[in-house]
């Protein structure tokens, strides 16, 4: 059944932003310590198995400089400079193997998949990346409300810096062409890539596949499906903090980083998503300030179009990066 | 929380077999006459998007002479002779894509990929093949009592004989070496596996992975999970039929195939599985006629090893073909 | 709770209906060819244990000539010609025992039960009818997409015809006034007497019961409740085909064979119904083209009136056919 | 899946019991007091819009001489001496309408259908007898805890006495044979039946089909499913009470009643049942100390053998009284 | 996630009111009755174990003259007049032991704390008081339904009746100054309360906190969650009975006790309240004739604001009643 | 229904213990730092509305230092030295309000809450104090994963020497009688009381009630449920790391804590417990090394005794401390 409101209504929610005013300070300060502390990345050589895929384990400096691991793919034998994506994993998953992640760089890309920090022991992908940033004062079991009193020290600001640090590390890799990266992610990837895409310059395009993190407050409102409820659970024992709450995290709003868009976006939306409804997605999509399109699965729930949505991602990278 | 025996009982477990007498003649007949019917297959080639993999859509003839689907993938500009893994896939789930099934070719594997007659539609990965026999008599949803009360028409003597002939499929195909096909697949693939492993000889190897479709009786006792439980509400409609039922499975029980088989063979088996509850899976592995080796994944539930899984597969095949 | 709108709303909600340019000439085909390939019925005195009842073990013709079972039921020593109730089953139930059938002939009526091809497994009343045609095409667990993507494949085009047969088959019979004749069931039951509503003339009256099988795509959109979600399931699977699910679907859709209806017909809707949301019966029930009673069941489900809506069935019969 | 003990075991479970010494006397002392109070019964024809059925609105006395409800059904135009069906519901129903009870009278029967004090609003049968003694004391919601503290003031005293006057009433009416009167009933139904064959003699037979109210203490222990739950509910608030429950119990047990039974019995029993729990079923079967047998519907739950059980009573019943 | 009207819409809900004409006069009569029937209250000694409050175990006469037990704290020592809060009890509680009720004799106030007849046997707090007046008529499980067709039988005119007189039993005791007295408690507690304000002069305040008992007919239509449910469970038994039950009900309603209120009052209400939904209480509160206040809990289900919501209550009581 | 073994067998249930050689040293060791780190304790007057109960706001030094939130009551105006209960918290709750604490000081008893590091943000009673230590990779939402891989950063280590540091605190405060201080808590707070129990000498009691904690890998052998739980799912990512776990939980077992006690204890247990198994208590209790008393609640889950145990507490509490 429909989560949310009809398609037609959907295709014109565009809610008021409430961007704080030291939005863009913010992150300007916060990416520039997180430069200044970073170290040169490592790419070790990794025994995967495979024959067709180079596959190397990376450790590269994201927020605080603390160490972030991920997988570099890229087809055996390539020779620079390949156009890459750089992914990011969903709610709770780590970045498991270098087989959970074969498309891509079967695709001729290069393929930089980003660990997430704390996360990968959800009973799904393993992570291996530690968060050693206390977060400060209590917080529901999961990362939603990890340090949400204060902007500076929730959790998703180390994950969004640890993500553009990605992007950053990709792009100084000899294999990548560095004008032709790709953000990308489903749910919590796609939540990553939005923020990506508000931060990042130049780059190629974003791919935000039924991307959570948007319009946190209309979710609440609206859903009880994990993880959005994190914020639900947190907000019933903390009376007193949910204006507290809200307010933090309009720094970490799928909606405002939408507003300083420079790339083109492919998204998609479930019509049947009950954990990302619609309309916290159409709140983002309809405020991407670049060029857009998006791909609108009627019958799915918070799957969306899975390999179908790949399929419509290589073919819009194809067109747009005007490869072979 | 273990949902069967201790594991030092399991390992133990090897139950009284109800093998059929005619069990070889009747299977003998079915595939000698599937192979009457045959046609030659065909590779189309498939524009997948991909630049790693060289992608062909098959059509070959299952039972009855049926057109059955498949993938066929390889890595890009292989030349034979290579070894190939011939896949079958779970309940309720058909082909899909290409970019469902990217490991064993970069892996370095032939890999055909058998779509699974009637199945594919269950909200999962699609399929392309119909089931054009009629099965005879009222079924409950889903497959699993297609025909139950007569083995000629039960709806796995033609699944289990388009398996056979894939890999007679796979067999001929100037990519690959005979000699080195292997059957794999995961619950009802691994079933599947398992049957096929005991049809076939000569095969290099057989990978069921926490598989389906043994020891049936006992897992309608102990399981109330779909889909055994399919059976139970088979038989709970019809109750003067329950011994019938009962009867028809002995010759698709993967207890009898497991007697039969010629091929080494990597199991795996999850202590929390309640869809396929360890004692079914024990009693194929005890079972099982020729070399063998199983992963316990105790903390799991159905989903078993995953690609953990994969990557001990890789490896067991690598010692076993003594691949480089 | 109430699951659909107001009812001051549902009295006027009458949808656009979906009516295909050929959907007489279809109907006309499809019943033509099934009347060419029947046979003569057959009427087997079966030995129930019942004193007050005679009841014949029926086999009849329906589409494609295929044998389909029933009961006959009349008072014991009964002369024609009576008035003759033919009616229909639930979704996944079969015919049954006489035993489950007593009411209509205990009010003095012919009683025709018919048969569900295939159905009749689904842990409840069991069935005996096969269904020997293949609808092409995987499907989803259950009936309702079985040949979805034609409608000259879909099972239900087999099943309405049936249930055209099946009055036909009633009218011949030496104890039945012809004249008489009544289409009834409950559920898929009153979808499919819906359907013989508007493909059969001269009906005294039609009986249908929260009525199934009405303005498909509403119902996917407004409940997750089975049967209606092995739409959904397959829509789910595959992304490509939803609207030509739903163009097939104008074919069997009781909005439509309710603007073709010429006898009286008497309904009933269930406001907490969300197996059968009322919005799906008033839409068939605002469309029917004939005299119309409904009875609203405020605190019921999808059971609806039960044997209160049977007692308000016998009188309004009653008056109808000016009964003592 | 199984929900208790193997069959095997079941067969000979056959547990200690606990009768109280003043058993006999506490009943003989209530039955008598019921019958000191009792009035003539009503037998009010009642228009049931059926032509085969003769149906009277039935109104006796039970425990205190308060009026209780039920149905009296016959063939039409029957006259004595008519076998009799004395009939109980289940828990949660009353005697809803004629048309809910068409089987016994259709079977050649005379049918008394008793309707159940306090009960039939349960979102099934409707009932139309209330229970005006008051059971003192508090209790958990349902019926099962009323008065649970004392035996003299249980529910089921009131009940159990009821039933036991409605097979008196039965006897006494003029189309009855009274020495073929026979006690049944499903679930409720069929543990009050096990209480009269205990109280009453010379009944044709008993028919308890997969019975509630055996064996209360283990059912308890082994589920969680009401009604019995009721009993955990009322322990839970009241720790102090708990042996003065099972105390009270032990004037109740189907097991105690069955010690003293005199009359054939055909039992059913479903191991599938978490409602009912086979061996709760066996340890009353096992003491039933007269002639007896029992259907074993191994893939039912607590539908047990519905509509083909009363083939086997009807069957049973046959035999037993040398009917036609 | 929200489960009612948006917030705005909420402040401004005041649904129409269906007073009966002889409303006033039913209460009247009910009231004096019962102060007719009375006996002086006994408070005896109870030995806690505590040594900061002085318990004692109250009977007072509630309706029909009836003994009904109640708890009754005091700050050790306390010497009149101190003011009293007379609390009533949540749904399936009862007055469950002293320790369970120690906040408001923390906070300087004598407590009297009614045992709710009938009730405590829910698995939560037990209770003592039976509920010697029999209801008349089937019923569901619970206590919403018992009585339901006919005002003068309904349960709750007996449970609200207890409650004034519980009221004037405080206001009797010595240490108590009378004209301090406040009615108080939650979800069914707090619908008493409401009556309680309705039908008592004189009190110093009301504090229902997430009431029950309020806009029964909208409660029933959007949700269906006990206690709620029990009427919709009773209505989709007896059919014929939905008007009366409502009929009844308007003598029992919070919005037309709250028309009636002279007394301050301060209420809560919680957003995600799917129990007793805000659209109900807000009738309530909308309607409320005197002075009123209410807190708005916006992340809280059923649970509202727990001890948050008891410091308001204690901060609003102290500067009402000026208190130190 | 009962979750686990017959209760004669869990009176003799005492497992073999896997104690670490090194466990006292790793306690000394871990308790010593904590104490070097120490700062004097804060008790600031807290404004709570109440008047029986003198409130202090306290923060103490507990692991590395940190400071840690909890709440003293005592008697308005006591005088030294008063008995001492020291209370832990379950799991995801925090130390809320001292509206949520009056039982102990009410009976006469100062009372140290302990707040839990990192919890109360759970939904229920809220958290203050944060927990500044970074535990080390990745784990799985809730608190029993973090640090999982290394016994010196696991989050109970933490924990449990908070806990003793709250004990030291209470024993150093004015009001307190440093000989009759008594360790107690539900559930989690069991369960730390358990440790507490094991850690401190010359406590005059230990009340665990329900004790989680305890037992690990039986515990996540026979329940699903959390927070148990939470090493299922991190065992389930992290296959490989299975037997790690549990090498770190041997430092952190009840049952190895119990073999260390030298204090009386009153435990107790419930039989229906599916969260804290009766035999993961059991596994405790049998192997208390010191005095020892058992409370049985049969008919209970996870709730336990409520403030039945309470009362037994307060009893046990005046027979051993022989006060008046």
């Given at each position: 059944m429909f989560v949310d409101l009809p398609l037609e209504q959907l295709r014109a929610y565009r809610p008021e932003r409430g961007e704080p005013d030291d939005f863009g300070a913010f992150w300007t300060a916060t990416l520039d310590a997180a430069r200044a502390a970073a170290a040169p990345p490592t790419f070790t050589p990794y025994h995967?198995?495979?024959?067709t895929v180079d596959v190397h384990d990376v450790t590269f400096s994201g927020f605080g400089g603390h160490p972030v691991k991920g997988w570099f793919l890229a087809p055996r034998g390539a020779a620079g400079s390949l156009p890459c994506v750089v992914e990011f994993v969903g709610y709770g998953g780590g970045r498991g193997l270098p087989l959970d992640w074969l498309a891509w760089s079967a695709a001729g890309y290069a393929h930089l998949v980003m660990d997430t920090r704390g996360q990968g022991s959800g009973g799904w992908l393993p992570g291996d990346t530690p968060d050693p940033e206390e977060s400060g004062g209590p917080h529901s079991p999961g990362f939603m409300t990890r340090g949400v009193l204060d902007p500076h020290r929730y959790y998703y600001r180390r994950l969004f810096t640890d993500a553009v640090r990605a992007v950053e590390t990709a792009r100084a890799h000899p294999l990548v062409d560095a004008t032709r990266v790709v953000a990308a992610g489903a749910s919590q990837g796609g939540g990553i890539a939005l923020a990506v895409g508000g931060l990042v310059d130049g780059l190629a395009a974003v791919l935000p596949d039924v991307?959570?993190?948007?319009h946190y407050r209309r979710a609440t409102e609206i859903t009880d499906k994990a993880p959005y409820y994190e914020l639900t659970t947190y907000c019933k024992s903390h009376r007193d903090h949910v204006e507290r709450v809200f307010d933090t995290l309009r720094y970490f709003d799928g909606v405002n980083f939408a507003a300083h868009a420079t790339a083109p976006a492919l998204f998609s939306v479930a019509l049947m998503d009950d954990v990302c409804p619609p309309s916290t997605v159409y709140a983002a999509y309809n405020h991407w300030a670049a060029a857009k399109d998006i791909r609108v699965w009627s019958y799915n729930g918070h799957e969306g179009g899975q390999n179908v949505q790949r399929v419509e991602q290589i073919a819009f990278l194809r067109d747009l990066l005007k490869l072979p």
């Open positions: 995967s198995g495979l024959s991307p959570f993190l948007c």
